[in-house]
């Protein structure tokens, strides 16, 4: 369970946080240039951060005990393969979603 | 017809196909939130106060993995780092805006406003102030009630499935899929791969901090890759000109 006080703190850190790296440049620091390695850098965050992210749900997920789920590890590989495949948020869902429910089903688990 | 207003209008039909997207995805974090334990009212503050999708599902992951708060904010504001990207590209296009007017823009600067505005500035580059600004607003409008509207029916879904049906798996899915289609060169590749290492090897750091190690590793990678892709580039493209000039 979240504890309330802290989602709380979180809520307002993050929507204030979140909102001046919004308004830096637009709305401060205008036609100042940034360092071309920074640029280069930020470029990557989303890349970066977002499937480190949930690495270790993928591959010791807690709903399985921490232990490697082949339905899992399937499911997010589809979702992967499709994606990069055909460019395509949606359709990498959809993939992950069916390789996940059916794939128990079709091994008859 | 007005231009900034024909701008207003075009702006919102362009954005109507990103519904697709939107209506699943907030809808997920409202039924998430929900059954993390969040009322109806903490779902919708929290959408309403912070507007990011992908940095809401990782504070809700991060807060039930009692992390400290510290760690959930850095990694959440990590996350979204990419906006200040889109803040640095829209600055010199409204920059003579009134502050005011780019105070309330930022707060509507979000990845489907900033990718198809910038787009559109690049298809009509002779467009006015007024219009471009007219555009962003236009792009946002079928945007943000769709957000707001589809994290509450989320929440509401969520109190009526009960908590057995475990849906610990879509955050991870999400997240990949959000991944996926960004992968375009070898320096997405890397930045991936190094991030993702580093964060399975990292595992015994406290409170995960290795994930915030990992995520700047992965990040310098990719700028590094891109570096040296440009450099061999442009390498080559120099030895090909020399080679035309000696045989002019």
Redesign the interface.
Known sequence: ????G??W???????V???L???????L???RV?PR?L?????????????????????W???AGGQTDPA?LA??VA??????W?????A??VA??LV?YLLPLVLGR | MTRPRSAFLRGMRDALPFI??IV?FAMLFGLLATE???SRF?VG??SV????G???F????L??DQAP?LV??A??????????????A???H??AAP?GL??V???F?VDQSFAMSVAEFERRPAMSLPEKTAYFFGAVTPVVPMWLGSTMLGAVMGQAIPPEY?L??A?????????????RSA??VA??V???G???SL?FMPYGTG?LV??????????LV??WTEARTEARAEARARRQERQA
């Open positions: 369970m979240i504890d309330k802290q989602l703190v979180v809520m307002a850190g993050l929507g946080g979140t909102y790296i919004r308004f830096s440049f637009l709305g620091l205008g036609n940034l390695w640029v280069r850098a930020l470029r990557y965050t989303a890349v970066a951060v977002l499937p480190a992210l949930v690495a270790p749900a993928v591959l997920p807690a709903a899992r499911a997010a979702t992967l393969v499709v994606g990069f055909w460019r395509s948020m949606m990498a869902i992950g979603g996940l | 697709i997207v699943p993390a334990g969040l903490e503050a929290f106060v912070v507007f990011a992908a940095s809401q990782a504070a809700l992951q807060m039930q708060v959930v904010l990694t959440a504001l990590a996350v979204n780092l990419r906006l200040l990207m889109y803040s640095v829209l600055a010199p409204f920059g502050l780019r105070a823009m930022a707060y600067l475990a610990d798996f955050v991870p899915i999400t997240f990949l899929a959000m991944t996926a289609p960004m992968i320096a997405h930045a991936a190094v991030s993702v580093l964060v399975l595992g994930l990992a995520g700047a590793a992965g990040m310098g990678a990719g700028a891109e570096a």
